[in-house]
């Protein structure tokens, strides 16, 4: 990682039986001090792929974005999972994402929807995801932008309004409302 002394390292398992074998990777982070490094545990994903990290805003650690499957049996949903290494606890801390509509009492999820497998052969839509520190107190934003291949009708937008690590998601369709596209326009691209 270029801006920061510390590391992410992945490493794949191989579990299941003798006829199937799904690759989980698991992540750790280890974190540099003085003479050493201390080892956190990120996680296992399946299929898991690191995608990126920022170091953004008031947050007291990087961001890891890293992109996994639902399933290697079926025709699998792309996640985007975004994480954080809370360096005050020496702890790796999953952003929450709600898709429900309903801010009064939301459902979260560990992860944002990449991709999602629309028929037997494999995604057909197009899902841009980016993110951005529009706010004076750090706070972060992330937008999804949908397009399902030869179904410009459905095309869907995305805001994820975060306070904390847990994030609100406010559905447009067809359009992204003109006080977003700034944000859109300034944010980085995950």
Not at 11 to 21: E, S, T, Y
Not at 114 to 133: E, I, Q
Request: glycine fraction near 8%.
């Amino acid at each position: 990682m270029n801006r920061h002394p510390d590391v992410l390292v992945g490493a794949v398992q191989f579990v299941g039986d003798a006829n199937l074998k799904d690759p989980n990777t698991h992540f750790w982070y280890l974190k540099r001090t003085r003479e050493s490094y201390h080892i956190i545990p990120v996680g296992k994903f399946l299929m898991g792929d690191f995608q990126g990290e920022a170091l953004i805003g008031s947050h007291s650690g990087p961001l890891f974005f890293i992109r996994s499957y639902s399933c290697t049996e079926c025709e699998p949903d792309t996640r985007l999972s975004v994480l954080i290494c809370d360096e005050k606890s020496n702890a790796v801390k999953h952003w929450q994402f709600d898709y429900s509509e309903k801010p009064n009492s939301p459902t979260y999820d560990p992860y944002l929807t990449f991709d999602v497998a629309l028929d037997d052969d494999g995604p057909k839509n197009n899902t841009t995801t980016k993110y951005h520190r529009g706010a004076p107190d750090g706070a972060i934003e992330f937008i999804q932008h949908y397009v399902e291949q030869g179904k410009p009708e459905d095309e869907e937008w995305w805001d994820f309004k975060c306070h904390g690590l847990n994030c609100i998601g406010t559905k447009f369709d067809h359009n992204l409302p003109k006080a977003l596209k700034p944000i859109w326009a300034a944010g980085t691209k995950i």
